[in-house]
């Protein structure tokens, strides 16, 4: 019914059931899968980089599936122009003005597949959609659909034909995420599940959007304890300070780590973070907002996640 209130009991067990339904068509990946809903429920971004073929699309497939919501999927090719996303004003000869058309952008769930095959200029063209939910064009603004999500697939800068994400659209990212292969036996029951088709085609939603927004609400209401939230700067300025790095977690990047610590709280049924939270997601969050001396952002991930790694090991855990 419209206003009825809805316990945190009863949203969290909805968090749950979309981990579910998405761990059941993605298998072996339910770190993964719990990562994305991560991001979905702080209301921000997912990019998920790795080589072709181990499931990206098929993980973001199955997440924008699991909502009753609007779903396009944008393949990002060489030749793909800005207004092939956000959309364009046509001339109506009848009526002697511009129509606007909206874009794939005017989705819930935006599916941006290999965005680093398309060329800077039409990659920035997500940014203002990112950051804002809302796109510019021609002097108007129009405000996107809510809950608004873009999760992003990438190969491998080092790959043929791609280019490396601008450090300003990598920002908007909550999380950067590696697939990887799966396990030897979840690889064999994909063989199994995948004989007739591909199970994400039947897949059912599990909730609407409405309630989407619902958890998005409720998840900034989760305490995050004040011995947390200094840890946390701790790590930030450790960043900025160390002689390794050229640049620092910016503070867009510690709100967002914020905000996923109070996801993760969530999705794991509790009301409250734990220091645990922290430290578990800032792999996730944090490397790809830092950038070595001397180096191409982004481009050493290992070296980028071996830094922040020792920075969380030598910054003790509050108790």
């Known amino acids: 019914m419209p206003g009825e209130l ?6 969290q067990r909805s968090a749950n059931s979309l981990l579910e339904n998405i761990s059941s068509v993605v298998l072996g990946k339910r770190d993964v899968a719990q990562l994305c809903l991560v991001a979905l429920l702080a209301d921000e ?22 909502v009753d919501g609007s779903f396009c999927r944008v ?16 001339f109506n000869s009848q009526q002697s003005e511009f129509i606007f058309n909206e874009g794939p952008i005017f989705s819930n769930f935006v599916l941006a597949d290999e965005i680093n095959r398309a060329p800077p200029r039409t990659q920035s063209a997500l940014l203002e959609a990112m950051s804002e939910a809302q796109v510019s064009v021609d002097g108007t603004t129009y405000c996107l659909a809510k809950p608004f999500m873009v999760i992003a697939t990438q190969n491998p800068f080092e790959f043929e034909g791609t280019y490396v994400l601008p450090e300003s659209q990598l920002d908007r990212f909550l999380v950067r995420i590696s697939m990887g292969y799966p396990d030897r036996e979840f690889e064999n029951d994909i063989f199994q599940d995948h004989r007739k088709g591909e199970p994400v085609d039947e897949l059912q939603p599990v909730c609407n959007w409405r309630r989407v927004l619902e958890m998005q609400a409720t998840v900034r209401d989760v305490a995050v304890e004040e011995s947390i939230t200094q840890y946390m700067l701790d790590i930030v300025h450790a960043t900025r300070e160390s002689p ?4 620092g977690v910016s503070t867009r990047g510690a709100l967002a780590w914020y905000r996923a610590v109070q996801s993760l709280a969530f999705i794991d049924g509790r009301s409250y973070a734990i220091p645990d939270d922290a430290k578990g997601l800032a792999i ?7 950038q ?9 991930r290992d070296e980028l996640e071996a830094i922040i790694n020792e920075i969380t090991s030598r910054i003790a855990l509050p108790t």
């Open 45 to 66: 971004h997912v990019l998920l980089e790795d080589v072709p073929g181990v499931g990206k699309t098929l993980m973001g497939k199955a997440l924008s599936r699991s």
């Open 244 to 247: 390794e790095l050229a640049v």
């Open 284 to 290: 996730a969050v944090l490397p790809h907002r830092i």
């Open 292 to 300: 070595l001396r001397g180096g191409v952002h982004g481009s050493q």
């Open 75 to 90: 393949q990002f090719t060489p030749d793909l122009l800005p207004s092939d996303i956000v959309g364009s004003s046509i």
């Open 6 to 11: 809805v316990s945190l009991e009863e949203l």
